[in-house]
Nanobody
């Protein structure tokens, strides 16, 4: 089972920036890597995903143009650069990985994607 450890969460004012990091016990064996988030009382939602072969990226409409997902395979690491954050971005953010060769663009849109390993989460709080 892939172990995922997130870091970088915290409190930030609206309009500010934050960078989340995720270190994986194994990276290139995963087909898709991604970030999900869950706000209190809401369903978990996919934020962004990256195809580990080729590097194609996909973003939720709510974060497109503000967030950037990236990776450093030499460090077994996944990142999420969050710019121009707003209070609606407040949530627990989770790093996730899946090995089966599925469409990453579909995988990250699922609230409970199959065959997925999860990190413990890192809290992001944005104040107005």
């Amino acid at each position: 089972q892939v172990q995922l450890v997130e870091s970088g969460g915290g409190s930030v004012q609206a309009g500010g920036s934050l960078r989340l990091s995720c270190v994986a016990s194994e990276y290139s064996s995963n087909h898709c890597m991604g970030w999900f988030r869950q706000a209190p009382g809401k369903e978990r939602e996919g934020v962004a995903t990256i195809h580990t072969i080729g590097g194609a990226t996909f973003y939720a409409d709510s974060v497109k143009g503000r967030f950037t997902i990236s990776e450093d395979k030499s460090k077994n690491s996944l990142y999420l650069q969050m710019n121009s954050v707003n209070p609606e971005d407040t949530a627990m953010y989770y790093c996730a990985a899946t090995k089966p060769r599925i469409f990453c663009s579909w995988w990250y849109t699922q609230a409970a994607p199959p065959n997925t390993n999860w990190g413990q989460g890192t809290q992001v709080t944005v104040s107005a």
